[in-house]
């Protein structure tokens, strides 16, 4: 119990050690304020005013809102045309179609995606999928591009609902 009490009382003096207006209540009743209230009001309204007296740092404007659009089919052109074969390497298909939008890797596989001008009515960009650096898959809509192999998603194809 009395080391509870303690350390209760311990607690209670840290946390309470920071405070102004406990500290000024305390000195008060033991008689030993070390500033009559007169002063340390004044004190107290000098720091006040030498501190609204000092520039404040510019914060930047915050930004301006976004608008959000809708996404939109783009007529898309490219000089960088021809089909890609199951096989290729990645730099090949570079090579072909020249720099892509987007590469994302995730484990083994990495996915290319080149515009293709329907990414809107389409629902993706041109992907080429590759496995261990070599072309596996590829989803091609604009006529530019072309696959050799057989594709996982062929235009002509209608989606039909997976039911489990």
Known sequence: MRRSLLLMCA?????????????????K???????????ADSARRDSVARAAAQPRPQSPPPPAPTVSRPVQDVPYTSQDTGTVAPGM???DVYALWGPPMEVRRMGEHTYIYYPNGCERSCGTADVVILQNGL???????????????E??????????????
């Open 151 to 164: 594709s996982s998603s062929p235009p002509g194809r209608t989606p039909v609902a997976n039911r489990p």
């Open 11 to 27: 607690l209670l003096a840290v946390a309470t050690s920071g405070c102004d207006r406990i500290k000024g209540v305390f000195t």
């Open 29 to 39: 009743k033991r008689g030993t304020a070390t500033q009559p209230p007169a002063a």
């Open 135 to 149: 072309v596996v898959d590829a989803i091609v809509r604009w006529p530019g591009h072309g696959y050799s192999g």
């Open 89 to 91: 390497s990645e730099r």
